[in-house]
């Protein structure tokens, strides 16, 4: 027999092919269920069910496989527990003396990626309440970096809570933000004594940005997004533009209701609306026509048809006529914009 057919399959050989879940759940049958009740306490909901799905899935292990997960799992375990303590370069060293120079490569490989915390993830976690009572007091530069990293729900939450006169001023700092340095990042984390891992990306990294600022403002309550936008129209009237511009698109529709939608349809005009619709998606079209009679639905169909083609420029000129009709329904409280709900923060 060759001595190829004879040669002792390696580690990477006897798991490759399986995923992550797959070999948690092989470490989790082979852990016993007294230790791996203990971990599902760790765990989401729907990461438990995952794994027990995977876990019901799983016929039969062979000890070979199960002895390769367990190695993997403590090459793992040894990893992160070295870096918490000396970084990258000591858990290599330690990790080429307990496991060998080979396994040492291989386990800090695969763990880089996934140990690239992103900046303020501490934060990501807090309650916004904290969050607000934590940085209200801060430099409201601080604030809008802060506010750019994490998301846009929380964000949304900690802006609306915010004294109305730094509101603005947070706003505009988040839209004219551009490229932060890791250093300037790590500078604010240490003003603000966290505990944020020493791996933080070293790449720089865009944050903030009009769109940054858009994704909030839509998501914050209206009173809170008009009073930012028109001080915004003082202070900076073509960013207040360009922010207006992007804030609700047509294809925003579909935050409304049947209802909502047929008060603003019946302020619109109807060459307008089928001018609108020319490219408009499937959805989009659905949610609009069936919000009209069945005799209106099929003129405005045929207006679509017989137009041709037309201009893009005409076609947004259309839309947001319709998208300022919606906004000024809502001002004036004849219709509700579901803006994605959460909670609100009470001072």
């Known amino acids: ?17 399986l995923s992550g879940m797959q070999k948690a759940a092989i470490l989790l049958i082979a852990l016993g269920p007294e230790k ?82 992103r900046p303020f993830e501490f934060i990501r976690r807090t309650e916004p309440q904290q969050l607000l009572t934590f940085i209200q007091d801060e430099h409201p530069q601080t604030i809008a970096l802060i506010l750019s990293y994490i998301p846009t729900q929380q964000a949304a939450l900690i802006l609306s809570a915010l004294p109305p006169d730094r509101q603005s001023d947070v706003a505009k700092r988040i839209a004219t933000m551009d490229r932060t340095s890791p250093d ?41 997004e008009k009073h930012i936008v028109e001080t915004l129209e003082v202070e ?43 490219t408009a998606n499937e959805q989009v079209q659905d949610a609009i026509f069936r919000n009209l009679s069945s005799r209106l639905s099929t003129m405005i169909k045929e207006d679509m048809e017989f137009m041709g083609p037309v201009r893009m420029k005409d076609v947004e000129e259309a839309q947001q006529k319709i998208v300022n009709t919606i906004r000024r329904l809502e001002d004036a409280g004849d219709i509700v914009i579901s803006r994605g709900g959460g909670d609100e923060i009470v001072v």
């Open 1 to 17: 027999m060759p001595a190829a057919a004879n040669k002792k399959k390696g580690p990477e050989d006897v798991l490759r092919g």
């Open 36 to 117: 791996s009740s203990l971990i599902f306490k760790y765990l989401k909901e729907e990461e438990i069910e995952e794994l027990t799905l995977e876990i019901a899935n799983t016929r039969s292990v062979t000890p070979q496989v199960k002895d390769a997960i367990i190695d993997e799992f403590y090459g793992v375990c040894l990893a992160q527990q070295y870096i918490a303590e000396g970084g990258i370069n000591y858990a290599k060293e330690l990790l080429e003396k307990a496991l060998g120079e080979d396994k040492a490569i291989d386990v800090i490989s695969r763990l880089t990626s996934s140990l690239q915390v």
């Open 184 to 224: 300037t990042i790590k500078d604010v984390e240490n003003i603000l004594e966290t505990k944020l891992s020493s791996l933080v990306n070293q790449d720089y990294t865009i944050v903030g940005g009009v769109d940054s600022v858009v994704d909030i403002l839509n998501t914050v309550d209206r009173a809170t």
């Open 236 to 278: 900076d009237p073509e960013l207040a533009d360009e922010i207006r511009k992007k804030m609700f698109v047509f294809e925003d529709i579909l935050l409304l209701d049947d209802r909502s939608i047929q008060r603003v349809l019946r302020e619109v005009e109807n060459n307008d609306l089928a001018m609108a619709c020319k």
